[in-house]
């Protein structure tokens, strides 16, 4: 069965950090790219950012430029969302995904994405 885990979810004060990792089992996502995603209460799932399967290309949306980062670890098949100078707007359900589309596809959002973790709550306090 295939599964993707997330974890590091918690509270932190405004300007803080976490680091949220996505545990992958069941099969290996070495040719997959993966995508972050978020949903705060009361709205919409939001395209976070995405990291391709190679490793060497990123994306992120515009709020989060600068201060978050996704890495991967594939011999650990474990992904990673790093994320700086958090606010309070960034309080959400945090899930990672994967998926075997092509890059525009990946950049665009959720409909690319094959496999989803259950979520990491990420609560930043003012």
């Known amino acids: 069965q295939v599964q993707l885990v997330e974890s590091g979810g918690g509270l932190v004060q405004a300007g803080g950090s976490l680091r949220l990792s996505c545990t992958a089992s069941?099969?290996?996502?070495?040719?997959?790219?993966v995508g972050w995603f978020r949903q705060a209460p009361g709205k919409e799932r939001e395209f976070v950012g995405a990291?391709?399967?190679?490793?060497?290309?990123?994306y992120y949306i515009e709020s989060v430029k600068g201060r978050f980062t996704i890495s991967r670890v594939d011999s650990k098949n474990t992904f990673y969302l790093q994320m700086n100078s958090l606010k309070p707007e960034d309080t959400a359900v945090y899930y990672c995904?994967?998926?075997?589309?092509?890059?525009?596809?990946?950049?665009?959002?959720?409909?690319?994405?094959?496999?989803w973790g259950q979520g990491t709550q990420v609560t930043v306090a003012s």
């Open positions: 995904a994967t998926s075997r589309r092509d890059w525009d596809t990946v950049r665009a959002g959720a409909r690319g994405y094959d496999y």
């Open positions: 069941g099969r290996t996502f070495t040719t997959h790219a």
């Open positions: 990291i391709d399967w190679t490793g060497s290309y990123t």
